[in-house]
């Protein structure tokens, strides 16, 4: 992409900005508005570029300052996405009361920064699940994946369609699909904690590491509804977005997978670029199935998936530089999330907005993760625990720009709304609550310590996935 800036005009949700949604073309999100609505800058070309120099240096000294202070950060109520969110949203406010005046050019740059990390996140946790091992062993997650995950997904559109009557059905699945996937980043104490029973900590980390690539298909499938109303084919929509991934992510990590073998087994490769050569392969599976019309998500999801059974045996360490560098985007992008999506949208939100971004948090979730466990005898503070500790982060503020480009209905800019304050206070309540709540659910695991033989929170389900970034905390 070339030099630019990227920018969002705060605006009527009823009216759908000008965009581009062909599958060829650039990234940006195009606001172009000529009806004389506020814009809301949030980043600026001025004097070639010395602003967005300026922002590329807080950026630098906020993740400089997070990571000397990560370790205290870690015990207590700030957690890093809250910490980077909170710089975005203050850095981009700033500007804005400095009257700062954009261009009116937007480029992709964030847009592309967000899809990578979100690809490169996919990709990493499909390596680090075994999924035979996950369905034949792992009864928690397959419960929250199979059962717990559709029940959200149209509880979540029970409760859209009553609160908002801009919404239809197809709309609010959309709504309800994009906050269903759960972030474990946001609350790394909850699955990090060693006091915490290990069946479930381990339940919680699979279930965040496998639910966004699952809801991934299902919103496409309600994007092509929506756009079939609209008058395009359902069937040619959905056999091009999954089935054109599914095939480019099977071939580019069987094929990677294999030559990274071989090269290994004949020396031709020193360790470290086998780990640095990780980093391409969902880069190039998203934008192989992106530019033959398919979804890149699912192809870096399909393509870890089939090069973590080819790879991890052989070199169980070899995404280890792939997670150190997701953990320093996943906070860039909330930091983006902040001043791109939060700030413009903090005088756009209304009571039912607030009403239900707080019923996705609790209801919407804990219901859903009560009902499919029942018959695992998990104790009452245990649901609870799984219940509450959902966060939605990285996958539903992505999800939320995939809709933005893909979609052109007029719910599209509601949707965004309701997404990006679901996912802020998620951050604020989540951050707040994982460390406080870990420890508190491992005081009382603890002190029931003289029934732990007889406790199913004590089972092990021998499905462990390999997740550095969240197990390490």
Same mark, same amino acid.
């Given at each position: 992409?070339?030099?630019?800036?990227?920018?969002?005009?705060?605006?009527?949700?009823?009216?759908?900005?000008?965009?581009?949604?062909?599958?060829?073309?650039?990234?940006?999100?195009?606001?172009?508005?000529?009806?004389?609505?506020?814009?809301?800058?949030?980043?600026?070309?001025?004097?070639?570029?010395?602003?967005?120099?300026?922002?590329?240096?807080?950026?630098?000294?906020?993740?400089?300052?997070?990571?000397? $202070?990560? #370790?205290? *950060?870690?015990?207590?109520? +700030?957690?890093? =996405?809250?910490?980077? /969110?909170?710089?975005?949203? !203050? @850095?981009?406010?700033?500007?804005?009361?400095?009257?700062?005046?954009?261009?009116?050019?937007?480029?992709?740059?964030?847009?592309?920064?967000?899809?990578?990390?979100?690809?490169?996140?996919?990709?990493?946790?499909?390596?680090?699940?075994?999924?035979?091992?996950?369905?034949?062993?792992?009864?928690?997650?397959?419960?929250?994946?199979?059962?717990?995950?559709?029940?959200?997904?149209?509880?979540?559109?029970?409760?859209?369609?009553?609160?908002?009557?801009?919404?239809? $059905?197809? #709309?609010? *699945?959309?709504?309800?699909? +994009?906050?269903? =996937?759960?972030?474990? /980043?946001?609350?790394?104490? !909850? @699955?990090?904690?060693?006091?915490?029973?290990?069946?479930?900590?381990?339940?919680?980390?699979?279930?965040?590491?496998?639910?966004?690539?699952?809801?991934?298909?299902?919103?496409?499938?309600?994007?092509?509804?929506?756009?079939?109303?609209?008058?395009?084919?359902?069937?040619?929509?959905?056999?091009?977005?999954?089935?054109?991934?599914?095939?480019?992510?099977?071939?580019?990590?069987?094929?990677?997978?294999?030559?990274?073998?071989?090269?290994?087994?004949?020396?031709?490769?020193?360790?470290?670029?086998?780990?640095?050569?990780?980093?391409?392969?969902?880069?190039? /599976?998203?934008?192989?199935?992106?530019?033959?019309?398919?979804?890149?998500?699912?192809?870096?999801?399909?393509?870890?998936?089939?090069?973590?059974?080819?790879?991890?045996?052989?070199?169980?360490?070899?995404?280890?530089?792939?997670?150190?560098?997701?953990?320093?985007?996943?906070?860039?992008?909330?930091?983006?999330?902040?001043?791109?999506?939060?700030?413009?949208?903090?005088?756009?939100?209304?009571?039912?907005?607030?009403?239900?971004?707080?019923?996705?948090?609790?209801?919407?979730?804990?219901?859903?993760?009560?009902?499919?466990?029942?018959?695992?005898?998990?104790?009452?503070?245990?649901?609870?625990?799984?219940?509450?500790?959902?966060?939605?982060?990285?996958?539903?503020?992505?999800?939320?720009?995939?809709?933005?480009?893909?979609?052109?209905?007029?719910?599209?800019?509601?949707?965004?709304?309701?997404?990006?304050?679901?996912?802020?206070?998620?951050?604020?309540?989540?951050?707040?609550?994982?460390?406080?709540?870990?420890?508190?659910?491992?005081?009382?695991?603890?002190?029931?310590?003289?029934?732990?033989?007889?406790?199913?929170?004590?089972?092990?389900?021998?499905?462990?996935?390999?997740?550095?970034?969240?197990?390490?905390?």
């Amino acid at each position: 992409m070339g030099g630019g800036c990227v920018v969002i005009y705060r605006g009527d949700h009823h009216h759908v900005p000008d965009l581009a949604f062909g599958r060829r073309r650039s990234r940006a999100l195009r606001f172009n508005r000529s009806d004389g609505a506020r814009r809301v800058p949030v980043a600026w070309n001025r004097k070639e570029g010395s602003l967005d120099i300026l922002l590329l240096g807080i950026g630098a000294v906020a993740i400089g300052f997070y990571a000397l $202070l990560s #370790g205290r *950060l870690s015990r207590s109520i +700030i957690s890093g =996405p809250m910490f980077f /969110a909170a710089v975005g949203l !203050v @850095v981009v406010a700033v500007a804005v009361g400095l009257g700062e005046e954009s261009t009116g050019d937007v480029t992709g740059v964030a847009q592309v920064a967000l899809e990578m990390t979100l690809a490169l996140v996919l990709f990493t946790d499909a390596m680090a699940t075994n999924i035979t091992s996950w369905r034949d062993q792992g009864e928690l997650p397959s419960r929250l994946l199979t059962v717990g995950m559709p029940l959200i997904i149209v509880t979540g559109a029970l409760v859209a369609v009553g609160l908002f009557s801009e919404f239809t $059905l197809v #709309g609010a *699945l959309i709504v309800a699909t +994009i906050l269903a =996937p759960t972030d474990a /980043a946001l609350g790394k104490p !909850v @699955v990090s904690n060693k006091r915490v029973a290990g069946r479930i900590r381990q339940a919680l980390n699979i279930e965040s590491g496998l639910n966004d690539g699952i809801a991934l298909p299902f919103l496409l499938f309600f994007i092509a509804i929506a756009e079939a109303e609209e008058g395009a084919n359902l069937i040619t929509l959905l056999l091009s977005e999954v089935g054109i991934a599914v095939i480019v992510g099977l071939a580019i990590g069987w094929l990677f997978g294999r030559a990274l073998v071989l090269s290994s087994e004949r020396g031709w490769i020193l360790p470290i670029w086998r780990q640095i050569a990780v980093v391409t392969i969902p880069v190039l /599976a998203y934008v192989a199935a992106d530019e033959l019309g398919g979804s890149g998500f699912i192809a870096a999801f399909v393509g870890g998936l089939i090069f973590g059974r080819i790879v991890l045996a052989s070199y169980p360490d070899i995404a280890d530089f792939a997670e150190d560098l997701v953990e320093i985007l996943v906070m860039v992008a909330f930091m983006i999330f902040g001043g791109l999506l939060l700030q413009p949208r903090l005088g756009d939100f209304t009571w039912e907005m607030l009403l239900y971004a707080l019923l996705s948090l609790t209801l919407v979730r804990m219901l859903p993760v009560a009902i499919s466990m029942i018959g695992k005898h998990l104790r009452l503070p245990t649901i609870l625990y799984m219940g509450w500790f959902g966060p939605r982060g990285l996958a539903s503020l992505i999800f939320a720009a995939v809709v933005i480009e893909e979609l052109d209905i007029p719910e599209t800019e509601l949707m965004v709304t309701v997404v990006t304050l679901t996912v802020a206070l998620s951050i604020l309540l989540h951050g707040i609550t994982a460390y406080i709540g870990s420890n508190a659910y491992a005081d009382w695991y603890e002190h029931q310590d003289e029934d732990h033989d007889q406790m199913h929170e004590s089972k092990d389900d021998h499905s462990t996935p390999r997740r550095r970034r969240i197990s390490r905390g």
